[in-house]
């Protein structure tokens, strides 16, 4: 009876002792375009996970979404393939830019076209060109497949290949590297997206541009791919930042043929 009557208080005291505190991992919530996620994908978010400690929760979603997220405080930083508008960098919002990355014209390995002219690539996304006779012979229809309007390969594509003209389309897939699955079972289709997202991609063709081929220094469609935060970047964004700018990646990056930025 004695000995269950220390056990109890024993129990007792050890209810009283203070907790030892917890050492929680820090946790960085980062929202990032698909074409961003594509580029630097899995290996590199887990090499910095392992160096720096920190817990990378990452959301892959659309360059206007992952900026909206960040906006609304669902994230820490947000990765793009856009430029801000002023209105954004007017709310605080600040982007640091990592790497330019092409912006590849991308048809069915079959297709027998090998090269377009900017006018042509216009004609095809505005309906006039319906056909690839018109271009190459073949006669295939043409089935234009465009990535979700919120997505920044859509922005860049109406930017620097559309003069800011509509474009016209026959599919518009909801993720930008969604349009590559598309292309690769439609015999005919064309779409865009960046470059090294189809750098290995089977039955998928990048096409040259005026003769420019994507790795060409003067190819003329490129977008950037930046990291933004909302303000002065906190420890954790900030560790990303240094990591995304570290010779690491920037030998990534060159080796990936995407073009690294110095700032």
């Given at each position: 009876?004695?000995?269950?009557f220390y056990?109890?208080?024993?129990?007792l005291?050890l209810n009283l002792?203070?907790?030892?505190?917890l050492?929680?991992?820090?946790?960085?919530?980062f929202?990032?375009?698909?074409q961003?996620?594509?580029?630097?994908?899995?290996?590199?978010?887990?090499?910095?996970?392992?160096?720096?400690g920190?817990t990378?929760r990452?959301?892959?979603s659309?360059?206007n979404?992952?900026?909206?997220r960040?906006l609304?405080?669902?994230s820490?930083i947000?990765g793009s393939?856009?430029?801000?508008?002023?209105?954004?960098i007017?709310?605080?919002?600040?982007?640091v830019?990592?790497c330019?990355?092409p912006?590849?014209?991308i048809v069915?390995?079959?297709?027998t076209?090998t090269?377009?002219?900017g006018?042509?690539i216009r004609?095809?996304?505005n309906g006039?060109?319906d056909?690839?006779k018109?271009?190459c012979?073949?006669?295939?229809p043409v089935?234009?497949?465009v990535p979700?309007r919120?997505?920044?390969?859509?922005?860049?594509f109406?930017?620097?290949?559309?003069?800011m003209?509509?474009i016209r389309?026959?599919?518009?897939?909801?993720?930008?590297t969604a349009?590559?699955?598309?292309?690769?079972?439609?015999?005919g289709?064309?779409s865009?997206?960046g470059?090294v997202?189809?750098?290995?991609?089977?039955?998928?063709k990048?096409?040259?541009?005026?003769?420019?081929s994507a790795?060409?220094t003067d190819y003329p469609y490129?977008?950037?791919?930046s990291?933004?935060?909302?303000g002065k970047?906190?420890?954790?964004?900030?560790?990303?930042?240094?990591?995304?700018?570290?010779?690491?990646?920037?030998?990534?990056i060159?080796?990936?043929d995407?073009?690294?930025?110095?700032?």
């Amino acid at each position: 009876m004695r000995k269950l009557f220390y056990l109890l208080v024993a129990a007792l005291l050890l209810n009283l002792l203070p907790a030892a505190p917890l050492c929680a991992a820090e946790v960085l919530n980062f929202s990032c375009s698909a074409q961003v996620a594509e580029a630097f994908g899995k290996p590199l978010m887990q090499e910095f996970i392992e160096t720096s400690g920190i817990t990378a929760r990452t959301h892959v979603s659309s360059s206007n979404l992952a900026i909206s997220r960040l906006l609304n405080g669902f994230s820490q930083i947000a990765g793009s393939a856009r430029p801000l508008s002023r209105q954004e960098i007017e709310s605080g919002l600040i982007e640091v830019p990592i790497c330019r990355d092409p912006l590849a014209l991308i048809v069915h390995r079959d297709c027998t076209a090998t090269s377009l002219t900017g006018d042509q690539i216009r004609r095809i996304f505005n309906g006039e060109i319906d056909n690839w006779k018109e271009i190459c012979g073949k006669d295939q229809p043409v089935t234009a497949i465009v990535p979700g309007r919120d997505t920044a390969a859509f922005a860049n594509f109406h930017r620097l290949a559309m003069r800011m003209n509509d474009i016209r389309y026959d599919f518009m897939t909801w993720k930008s590297t969604a349009a590559v699955e598309a292309v690769r079972y439609l015999p005919g289709a064309i779409s865009f997206i960046g470059h090294v997202a189809v750098m290995d991609a089977p039955d998928i063709k990048m096409l040259a541009i005026d003769g420019k081929s994507a790795t060409d220094t003067d190819y003329p469609y490129v977008q950037t791919f930046s990291l933004v935060t909302r303000g002065k970047p906190e420890q954790t964004a900030r560790a990303l930042i240094d990591y995304a700018l570290s010779d690491r990646v920037t030998n990534f990056i060159v080796t990936h043929d995407m073009i690294p930025v110095i700032d």
